[in-house]
């Protein structure tokens, strides 16, 4: 909250306010109304000061404000942007009435979870990015979010989740096909050569003809996680846990191993992970 004065009035209304909207709300002391606004705005608003900042205006020591506003009455609370009143509200409220005010310039919970998104990603941290945007795109599910989906998107990329990715980019519409767009469309391009490697298919061939090459299977699985193919990975380690011989207890440990340090791999909330711990779960009883 700012309290808005001759001194930095410049500064918060006019410079300020080219980068984001402020809400200046005007109060005095012997109007309890104007009080009361004042303090559900500040508290509406609080969590939201990279969108929009509160500012207040006393108009017993700052009446020359007031005045330049050209208030006739309290409370009264007027939005600003790039210096000049796009809306504003005046009389008592309700909190309903705030909340409809407000909702119209406040980012909705689904915007703080892409933005939340994009910042993991531009940080490495895939693992909250895909936590951020599932939940993002399901809270947009009727809204066709086109920089929702492409988010999703690159999160599917990295996960090899390139089916996923692939269905989704084709969702996009001609008019949202911008450079990010591109972008992924050529990182989907480079997943998909990488996915099916001539060293991969190499192992592919080798495990074939020796189903029971358990080097070889691990060598396959490393190779599948390293390009993502994580549930192939998984499928082939948990079959030798399960079905391999009793006599060989060691390399079947490395194969729980193997499958255990894969799990740890996937990001949060990644449905493989319940999956194969409720498998491993099951061969202890």
Excluded at 119 to 140: F, H, P, R
Excluded at 171 to 188: F, R
Aim: with cysteine; proline share 4%.
């Amino acid at each position: 909250m700012v309290e808005i004065t001759l001194d930095n009035f410049q500064q918060v209304i006019v410079e300020q306010s080219k980068e984001k909207h402020i809400l200046v709300t005007f109060w005095a002391e012997q109007i309890p109304e104007s009080i009361e606004l004042k303090d559900k705005l500040a508290q509406k608003t609080a969590a939201f000061s990279d969108h929009i900042t509160l500012a207040t205006v006393d108009c017993q020591s700052q009446g020359q404000i007031a005045q330049q506003f050209g208030i006739q009455g309290l409370p009264t609370a007027v939005l600003i942007k790039d210096s000049q009143p796009v809306d504003g509200i005046s009389g008592p409220q309700t909190d309903e009435t705030i909340a409809a005010f407000l909702d119209k310039y406040l980012p909705k919970p689904e915007d703080l979870l892409l933005q939340q998104a994009q910042q993991a990603l531009a940080s490495g941290d895939v693992s909250t990015a895909n936590k951020a945007i599932s939940e993002a795109y399901q809270l947009a599910a009727n809204d066709n979010r086109a920089d929702i989906k492409l988010v999703l998107a690159d999160v599917y990329i990295q996960t090899g989740k390139t089916t996923e990715a692939a269905a989704l980019l084709d969702t996009i519409m001609m008019v949202d096909q911008d450079s990010y767009y591109q972008t992924l469309i050529a990182k989907l391009e480079l997943a998909n050569e990488a996915a099916n490697s001539p060293e991969i298919q190499a192992l592919e061939s080798q495990l074939a003809a020796n189903s029971d090459d358990i080097s070889v299977m691990h060598k396959l699985a490393a190779q599948y996680n390293q390009v993502n193919r994580n549930e192939e990975a998984l499928a082939l380690l948990f079959k030798h846990v399960q079905q391999g011989p009793k006599e060989d207890a060691d390399s079947k440990a490395k194969s729980k191993e193997l499958l255990l340090d894969i799990l740890k791999s996937l990001p949060e909330g990644d449905p493989l992970t319940g999956k194969y711990r409720r498998k491993l779960y099951t061969l202890m009883y």
